[in-house]
């Protein structure tokens, strides 16, 4: 069965600093990869997606993600975070393929503080 | 509609009673998946609709859940004789259908947060 690790419950940035929010899946077979952001009181929202094509996956908001098989790693970069960014942020791995399942496994969350 | 939306946003009730959530799905999407957010965690998925028929409910944790969808859009979950701990975040989504696997984008309602108490 597939599974998410996201490293750090909390993380804290100062404004304009680096974002990097860590993100582990484990999965049989090559997965697909989603990131979601929620705000306070909202829904979830999509930030980027991979689902095999370039590795390097590009988002809203200025957000990007990396897909590393060797390392089973979709972490998510920001390079200047801004006081807008503060949210919680969910990784999300995709059912394999040929079980036809379409339900998404979340990781746990990592809420991400920015600091003016 | 514009997004999926849910009702109510908020419920209370007390240990016991039976209670009934509703998700209305943005226009053409035929998925449509119910999952559950406790306080401080990650989403669990609950069941997921194609069209108006349900192939995974491996999710539901109890028989005192079950969902059902209209018409391939409107659906409603319900939970019987609630206990405290099915307080949670109640999240609908939709999302259209492909057949090369789950890569289609969720798109999440706001939720409906339960209290049982």
């Known amino acids: 069965a597939q599974s998410v690790t996201q490293l750090g419950s909390h993380v804290s940035v100062s404004e304009g600093a680096l974002v990097l929010l860590r993100c582990n899946y484990s999965?049989?077979?090559?997965?697909?990869l989603f990131w979601y952001v929620q705000y306070p009181n909202q829904g979830l929202q999509l930030l980027l997606k991979?689902?095999?094509?370039?590795?390097l996956v590009k988002g809203i908001n200025g957000f990007e993600a990396e897909f590393k098989k060797s390392e089973t790693s979709f972490h998510l970069t920001k390079p200047s975070a801004h006081m807008s960014d503060a949210a919680e942020y969910f990784c999300a791995v995709s059912a394999p393929m040929d079980t036809g399942r379409r339900a998404l496994t979340f990781g746990s969350g990592t809420r991400l503080q920015v600091q003016p | 509609g514009a997004g999926v939306s849910q009702s109510p946003s908020n419920k209370v009730t007390e240990k016991g009673k039976d209670v009934e959530l509703r998700c209305d799905p943005i226009?053409?999407?035929?998925?449509l998946y119910w999952y559950r957010q406790r306080l401080g965690q990650g989403l669990e998925f609950l069941i997921y609709f194609q069209g108006n028929s349900a192939p995974d409910k491996s999710g539901l944790p109890s028989d005192r859940f079950s969902a059902e969808r209209t018409g391939e859009s409107v659906s409603t979950l319900t939970i019987q004789r609630t206990q405290q701990e099915d307080s949670a975040v109640y999240l609908c989504?939709?999302?259209?259908?492909?057949?090369?696997?789950?890569?289609?984008?969720?798109?999440f309602g706001p939720g409906t947060r339960l209290l049982v108490l």
């Open positions: 226009s053409g999407h035929t998925a």
């Open positions: 991979y689902t095999s094509a370039a590795t």
């Open positions: 989504a939709s999302s259209l259908f492909s057949s090369g696997g789950a890569r289609e984008t969720q798109y």
């Open positions: 999965s049989s077979v090559p997965p697909y």
